[in-house]
């Protein structure tokens, strides 16, 4: 029986390490292109596993020097970051709302919020140009800050208003009246530093999803000063760099990058964030 048992965790073991490794040969296969150089990365004598000397760092070179893709990457954690933090600065006080207090209009005004989510962008792309457009904030870095966080806002108020609402027992608020706190006073000092494994997945998911967008900055942008990264590699393919595969996945490491780093070291706190939805 023990020996049965050891065998079926060994046959799941390498099954899960095969569907990983399956699952794994896409971005390895990226990471070991954008090591290659030119000539190694579009030629069919390349092995699996390349020679040393056709390993080079050309590709990683060339994307930052000749694409100017240090603006490009500046660009995208700043509106990356900035979207993040507005996002949470209203979707915060807006969750909180919905999760403890009653009045009219709540659940209309949640339930509309939630159908945004499943809205798609698409579709409203030439509305919010007109309206960026008379606003002035046509190619702006403030401008795709601001779309980006109006389309997050929806889902960071869905995540967060779960976790207030079964995450935190209501009680803890009431001890804390009692104890003579305000209603702000009971939220910001015992609410919001229970809330912040549910704010740091939230944090990461509204940076995720800037960091990702495509859609707007393509929309709101035609200068390549505002361009962010994501976008900035659909034009690059445009370019003679669909010769230079190596410099392209280059590109394609360095985006992936920032998330990556950022989900590892919050990696803890989403799972604990996620649990009270």
């Known amino acids: 029986m023990l020996n049965e ?6 046959v799941l073991y390498v099954g899960l390490a095969l569907f990983a490794l399956w699952a794994l040969i896409p971005y390895i296969w990226v990471l070991r292109t954008s090591l ?3 000539f190694a990365a579009i030629s069919s004598d390349t092995g699996y596993i390349p020679a040393l000397e056709s390993l080079s ?3 990683y070179e060339q994307i930052w020097d000749r694409y100017n893709f240090t603006t490009y990457f500046a660009n995208s954690l700043i509106v990356s970051i900035a979207a993040t933090l507005i996002s949470l600065l209203f979707s915060i006080p807006g969750a909180y709302a919905f999760a403890r207090l009653d009045f009219p209009g709540r659940k209309f005004l949640f339930y509309t919020a939630v159908f945004t989510i499943m809205f798609p ?8 140009y007109e309206v960026f457009f ?6 702006t870095l403030d401008g795709v800050t601001i779309a980006i966080s109006i389309f997050v806002l929806p889902q960071t108020i869905w995540l967060l208003q779960g976790f207030f609402r079964q995450g935190i027992p209501e009680n803890i608020e009431e001890a804390a009246l009692i104890d003579g706190h305000t209603e702000i006073g009971a939220f910001l000092r015992i609410v919001l530093p229970l809330s912040a494994p549910a704010v740091g997945a939230a944090a990461l998911f509204s940076f995720l999803t800037a960091w990702n967008n495509f859609l707007w900055v393509f929309v709101l942008t035609s200068d390549e000063e505002v361009r962010t990264a994501t976008v900035a ?4 393919l445009g370019s003679d760099v669909l ?6 996945m280059a590109a394609v490491v360095l985006l992936v990058a920032p998330p990556v780093i950022f989900y590892g070291l919050s990696q803890r706190y989403v799972g604990e964030g996620l649990g009270g939805v």
């Open 243 to 248: 010769r230079q595969w190596n410099a392209l």
């Open 36 to 38: 290659l150089t030119n």
């Open 57 to 59: 760092l050309v590709g």
């Open 5 to 10: 048992t050891r065998r079926t965790k060994t």
């Open 233 to 236: 590699i659909h034009y690059i």
């Open 134 to 139: 008379f606003l002035g904030l046509i190619n």
């Open 121 to 128: 962008w698409i579709v409203i792309t030439i509305p919010v």
